[in-house]
């Protein structure tokens, strides 16, 4: 089981990734922009910003890591299980969340 402190960890690696809160809820930001967020409500789950193809695929496989509620609905973020995750794809996840709200000045210093 994946826990919020591990994820906070995972992301740390991230430049300029932020402990937050998001809806009273811990998040993390970059450039003050939300890219994940622990959900506390009744399905619970890791919140992570994600292109539509990406959450469409995820939810196609089948891995119960990976859901959706109406709410999310033709938004571009999936539902995580951290209790199911892989840690490395939750890693790669994170970092795609990152990269959809960090400035380019960031992306481009990680790729370089």
């Known amino acids: 089981m994946t826990t919020w402190e591990e994820v906070v960890d ?3 690696r991230l430049p300029e990734v932020e402990v937050s809160t998001s809806y009273r809820t811990p998040s993390l930001k970059v450039a003050g922009k ?10 619970g789950g890791l919140m992570l910003l994600c292109e539509h193809a990406e959450k469409e695929a995820l939810l196609a496989s089948g891995d119960p890591a990976y ?3 109406p709410h999310y609905d033709g938004y571009g973020a999936i539902l ?20 959809m709200k960090a400035p380019a000045r960031l992306t481009k210093g990680l790729d370089d």
């Open 10 to 12: 995972l992301a740390g």
């Open 80 to 99: 995580v299980d951290l209790e199911k995750a892989d840690k490395a794809q939750l890693r790669e996840l994170i970092e795609e969340a990152w990269r």
């Open 34 to 43: 939300s890219f994940a967020r622990l959900r506390t409500e009744a399905e």
């Open 67 to 69: 859901f959706t509620t």
